[in-house]
């Protein structure tokens, strides 16, 4: 008998056993009445066993029907056992397609089914004569028993029937006979019936092996594994949203109704069950409990650590419930291979769930104590060993605020995420208000509040339809998730599409209903998040460990050689008790998101409207949609739209309402971030956020990072990225903001208005004065005109953002979150506005921590600024320091008189950036000691194509090495310009030998042709691919003619290549190495996995693409899934991918161990990818770890243990 048997008729416990009552009270006849029911119990045992049978058979063979139990109270009167008649209810079959099949099934009866049927006949006659026998006997005995006429059960005990109906929940005064009663039953039975029983025993496990019917084929069998895991993962969001809104019986209804047959049970799992267990536990219902455990088991599933978890928890909450019975729970799990501090360390508490479970371990074991979760880093990578062992010369940096200090600042950003959106107000410059403008602000001020309550009445009357719905046969409604929020929230989330900011997003021919759907439903996922930890008290919890946390980054406490994932694990094992922070949200499917973003879009376009008269009396009043779906192509593509009504575009525009609002994850947070603990578990306060970038709907990468045993290094460097702080450089913010609002600058990547954009032509294509050629001309200007229309749009939109936020925060000091690619590659978190964004936005960012330039820090800012114009690139370091002392009059020009001077900075590679150098070094040069100066300024060192340097590393290729600064040299190598002059010497060549295209390209090969390519090619670009990029650069030269550009673009591009391969001998070989190993992986249906050198894993998310239709009612979205695991590798991808990828994740991998390294010297140190910005103070620190770490790395035989790896993983079964 299971624990769980156990727990749900835990009263049968403090009872005495059954057969003491028999001997104690039962007389002759009694005895005899009491084998009768035994025996009738082992013809219910067989028919339980045939059904069972029937039950592990296909589905479209039989009919599946499940036992129904019912209690057939006795009358408390008497004491005496009666027999009770087994009622066989045949069930009626509807006539559908389905059950004629099974009907035509049933009329064939296989053998063995004809034998038991034949039997049960039999047994039912030999029932039948046995009842009139005892009803003779029972007009004998009454007189001799003064306890009243007739027979009854035993005081407090049932008795079941059995009948082919569904299961109805068991009654909790139900108990069940111990093991001794159940022994006396096996001796009441004849020889044949247990001879019967064995038979069908023997059958029914054959048919539950797993062999049984197992001969799909292995891909198909995958194709299955996949779509159970689809559905499993919809029902697991969908019961948690039913739990969460208060819908527990449709959660218990459901459940049920899958687990009641066996197609749909197989795509339960033990933790769909565990949603319910949960429930249960926290009302204390120890007999559900136990009912649930039964379900698992039928299902063929074995309890886990959360089941136990549970139990324990119920068991604590439990008054009445023995020790016994925890000892019982405690054994059972030892019996699983799970222990009690499995608990503790592996289930997500709420509420006070944790104390609970202690509370019921205590009965047992009083001294118990959780051992702690937070444990020192172990099996590390041999590269960060020593980081982590040899702690003594540490010094981590503090950051510039007290205690107190912090602790407001995270106040001010809980208050920002609880809201979930900031309202901020735009740089586009205020006009003064006009009668028109303040007429369309009313106008729309009116027009929202009808929106409003026309929404939320028909939210109200959809969910009162959706409510009366059943959900069967998985078709699980929306109905859950549109009860987790109040309906007012829903509301506002669907009027924020409509405010001016959110539709200026979408650009003049609409935008795609999936990215409109998206973007609903994540809103609406990230505010249901949010509600579970205030719900969960999960929110006070983290304000009482953040509180502490400050201690170790403010500057007015202690020093420590602590990192704050370190410190953070130890506060909250030092904060046992209440919710666990981590671990206890899961995230919805991408279709659950996508479907409920579509439903709330179809609800606004059918509810919204307007007035058509609104702006001209003389037209016809009549209700129009503002919202229009309609369909456009993209690549032949047919694709569903979403676009604005031009009254609604019109009177916004007439409006000129100048506020934007945010989703508060796309704002830069106001209080440092929290540290990453684990792969679900840092970054904001409230708002969920994912370690892992992936695809929307991919899961392979999260469950290799939860597979991963330690991912403290990783981690640590994504700590120290994030806890850089920064501030505004509010000097040059003004400048740009008064570029942008005065009609931009394409020059300066400052993006012009609409109004500067061209007109588009106008034309009647059934004109018939146009020619064929007329017509196709001017149709390629009408598409040429939208299509830069449409680039303006996105770009003026793109810098109105940036330029918005970072106004907003002009007086702030905030932080960048910091998460990474399944490459390895970092990101901060904020899309909109960061350091990894263009040349504007770089400009602006300064560090808020600020130290004295030193010796050499001026000489270091004069030298970055070189760097920044792209002159002096193969000049050495101190000749570009007296290029720069050569033009300080054109420096401090730039800097006094940036719009109105010579604009020597206009002219830079990077304009905007070069203009904050050239003041900051004006700054410096007139302070009365520029060594003493407070610097705020990042100053870059940036790689040397860094992907040719990890590629000379490995193959230890000295010519390549050299040609990329890995060697010593007098002055700076350029790989460009070496491949642009080895271009030229081959095109001299073939010119010498009368190649005509070789002649016309005399003069035109330069660094700037060939660049882009000697770039990408290490990252895997095709030669189509170098033929587009060097036929765009050829373009750009006025004097090429263009009527050669596409003989020249495939000449240069075979030259390019032909260059690189005598440069880098070793390049090409480990790249066709790469290529090859991943083409025959994924040929054998694998995808390529690897780790790295820092223990991170990565696999590429790259599968044949198949179709998944969506189905609503606005339209059926057609999704291109090809991050499906399910599906085969492709092949294409895969081989051309892997190269650049393993070269990525080494670049990652580097840039972490400097970040590492950096922290411990006490650097601010951020990164662009392979580009390292620090104070011009620490330059030179910087640097010598940089080049220490790039040795440490390349030191290890990274070749010979991917090698092996791959060996390992996907050859060990040929070896």
Not at 440 to 447: D, F, P, V, Y
Not at 590 to 619: C, F, H, P, Q, R
Not at 778 to 803: G, I, Q
Not at 1130 to 1146: C, E, G, M, R, Y
Request: hydrophobic share 35%.
């Amino acid at each position: 008998m299971s624990l769980l048997r156990i727990c749900a008729f835990v009263k049968c416990l403090n009872r005495r056993s059954f057969l003491e009552k028999c001997t104690s009270r039962a007389t002759l006849t009694e005895c005899c009445q009491l084998c009768l029911s035994t025996r009738n119990c082992a013809v219910r045992r067989l028919a339980v066993l045939e059904a069972r049978i029937q039950q592990l058979q296909p589905d479209g063979l039989l009919d599946v029907q499940k036992a129904r139990v019912e209690f057939l109270h006795a009358p408390s009167s008497g004491r005496h056992i009666s027999s009770a008649r087994t009622h066989m209810n045949t069930p009626q079959v509807s006539k559908s397609p389905q059950n004629a099949v099974r009907e035509s099934f049933k009329s064939q009866p296989t053998r063995w089914m004809e034998k038991l049927t034949r039997e049960k006949k039999s047994k039912m006659k030999r029932r039948q004569h046995l009842r009139e026998k005892l009803k003779k006997n029972k007009g004998k005995m009454a007189g001799k028993h003064p306890g009243g006429e007739g027979t009854s059960n035993l005081p407090g005990t049932s008795y079941k029937t059995i009948s082919n109906k569904k299961t109805a929940p068991l009654d909790e005064n139900s108990h069940f006979m111990n093991s001794n009663a159940q022994a006396a039953v096996s001796q009441t039975m004849t020889d044949e019936e247990l001879a019967r029983l064995e038979e069908l025993e023997s059958r029914l496990s054959q048919q539950a092996s797993p062999g049984f019917c197992s001969s799909q084929p292995e891909h198909s069998l995958q194709a299955r594994e996949g779509a159970v895991g689809n559905i499993r993962s919809s029902i697991f969001s969908w019961l948690e949203a039913c739990v969460f809104a208060g819908e527990i019986e449709r959660a218990h209804n459901f459940l049920l109704s899958q687990h009641r047959v066996r197609s749909r049970r197989a795509v339960l799992d033990t933790d769909v069950y565990n949603i319910l267990l949960r429930v249960s536990a926290k009302k204390g219902t120890l007999n559900q409990i136990g009912r649930l455990f039964i379900l698992l088991e039928e299902a063929g599933l074995r309890p886990n650590i959360g089941s136990y978890c549970a139990a324990l928890e119920c068991m604590g909450r439990s008054a009445y419930c023995a020790p016994r019975v925890i000892t019982w729970c405690l054994n059972q799990m030892e019996q699983d291979g799970l222990s009690v501090d499995d608990v503790f360390r592996q289930c997500g508490f709420q509420h006070d769930e944790r104390d609970m479970v202690l509370k019921a371990v205590r009965v047992i074991r009083p001294d118990y104590q959780p051992t702690s979760n937070f444990t020192t880093s172990q099996s590390l990578p041999v590269l960060v060993q020593d980081f982590y062992a040899k702690r003594d010369n540490h010094q981590y940096p503090k950051l510039d605020f007290t205690r107190d200090e912090l602790q407001e600042r995270f106040k001010f950003q809980l208050s920002i995420e609880k809201a979930c959106t900031v309202t901020i107000d735009s740089v586009e410059a205020a006009k003064p208000v006009t009668e028109n403008m303040a007429k369309m602000r009313a106008l729309l001020l009116e027009q929202r509040a009808q929106w409003h309550k026309a929404l939320l009445q028909a939210l109200r009357e959809c969910k009162m339809i959706l409510g009366k719905t059943s959900s069967k046969d998985f078709k699980l409604n929306l109905y859950p998730y549109l009860c987790l929020l109040e309906d007012k929230v829903y509301v506002d989330i669907m009027i924020q599409v409509m405010q001016p900011a959110n539709l200026s997003r979408i650009p003049p021919s609409g935008e795609s209903l999936i990215t409109v759907a998206k973007d609903i439903g994540m809103r609406i996922y990230t505010m249901y998040s949010v509600y579970q930890k205030y719900r969960y008290q999960m929110v006070d919890k983290l304000s009482s460990i953040y509180k502490a946390y400050t201690d170790l980054l403010s500057k007015d406490t202690e020093a420590r050689n602590v990192l704050p994932r370190e410190e953070w694990c130890k506060l909250e094992t030092e904060h046992p008790s209440g919710p666990t922070l981590q671990g206890c949200e899961s995230s919805w499917p991408y279709v659950v998101t996508l479907e409920l973003g579509t439903y709330l879009v179809d609800l606004m376009v059918k509810n919204l409207k307007i007035n058509s008269d609104i702006l001209n009396s003389a037209y016809e009043r009549k209700s129009i949609p503002i919202l229009y779906h309609m369909y456009t192509f993209r690549s032949n593509r047919q694709v569903g739209f979403i676009k604005p009504h031009p009254i609604l575009t019109q009177m916004q525009q007439e409006a000129v309402e100048t506020k934007l609002t945010f989703d508060s994850s796309v704002m830069p947070m106001r209080c440092p971030p929290v540290p990453w603990t684990s792969a679900k578990f840092g970054a904001y306060l409230l708002t969920p956020a994912k370690l892992m970038r992936t695809l929307d709907g991919a899961t392979q990468h999260d469950e290799l990072l939860e597979r991963c045993q330690n991912l403290h290094p990783v981690l640590d460097s994504l700590n120290q990225l994030g806890n850089c702080a920064w501030r505004i450089n509010k000097p040059l913010l003004d400048i740009i903001i008064s570029i942008f609002n005065d009609r931009g600058s394409e020059k300066l990547d400052i993006p012009p208005p609409l109004s500067e954009a061209p007109k588009i032509p106008l034309f009647n294509s059934q004109d018939s004065s146009y020619t064929a050629s007329e017509k196709a001309h001017l149709k390629r200007e009408v598409f040429n005109a939208r299509k830069k229309c449409s680039e303006m749009h996105s770009l003026r939109m793109d810098a109105l953002y940036k330029l918005s936020i970072a106004n907003h925060v002009r007086d702030e000091v905030f932080w960048f979150p910091h998460n990474m690619d399944f490459r390895g590659r970092t990101y901060p978190c904020p899309p909109y506005f960061n350091h990894l964004g263009s040349d504007v936005t770089r400009s602006i960012l300064l560090f808020a921590e600020g130290k004295p330039l030193g010796p050499k820090g001026l000489d270091w800012l004069k030298i970055h600024l070189v760097n920044l114009t792209g002159l002096k690139k193969r000049s050495s370091v101190q000749g570009r320091l007296e290029y720069a002392n050569s033009i300080m009059e054109d420096i401090l020009d730039s800097a006094d008189r940036p719009l109105n001077g010579k604009k020597w900075w206009m002219n830079a590679d990077e304009p905007w950036q070069a203009l904050a150098c050239c003041m900051e070094i004006a700054s410096a040069v007139r302070s009365p000691d520029p060594t003493r100066f407070i610097s705020h300024f990042p100053v870059h060192q940036d790689g040397s194509c860094n992907g040719l340097q990890h590629y000379a590393a490995l193959g230890r290729d000295v010519i390549g090495a050299t040609s990329v600064n890995l060697m010593p040299c007098d002055v700076p190598q350029d790989v460009y310009s070496g491949v642009a002059q080895q271009v030229e010497e081959f095109r001299a060549r073939d010119a010498q030998n009368g190649l005509k295209i070789a002649q016309i390209l005399e003069g035109f090969i330069n660094r700037k042709v060939v660049k882009q390519t000697v770039m990408t090619v290490v990252y895997g670009v095709t030669r189509y691919g170098g033929r587009l990029q060097i036929e765009k650069r050829l373009k750009e030269i006025d004097e090429f003619p263009k009527e050669y550009v596409w003989e020249a673009s495939h000449y240069l591009v075979r030259q390019v290549f032909s260059g690189l391969k005598e440069m880098f001998t070793g390049t090409r070989e480990i790249q066709d190495w790469l290529t090859d190993s991943a083409r025959l992986i994924s040929k054998a249906g694998h995808t390529v996995q690897w780790v790295t050198p820092l223990g991170l894993p990565i696999i590429q998310p790259y599968h044949r693409t198949r179709s998944k239709m969506l189905k609503s009612i606005l339209q059926h979205i057609n999704l291109q899934i090809s991050h499906d695991t399910q599906q085969m590798p492709d092949t294409v991808k895969q081989k051309n991918a892997f190269p650049p990828n393993f070269i990525h994740s080494l670049d990652s991998t580097h840039m972490m161990l400097t970040a590492l390294h950096c922290h411990s010297f006490g650097l601010t140190f951020v990164s662009v990818h392979d580009c390292f910005w620090t104070h011009a103070l620490t330059v030179d620190t910087m640097n010598k770890v940089c080049r220490e770490q790039f040795v440490a790395l390349h030191s290890q035989p990274i070749l010979q243990e991917l090698s092996d790896f791959l060996l390992h993983k996907y050859c060990s079964r040929l070896t």
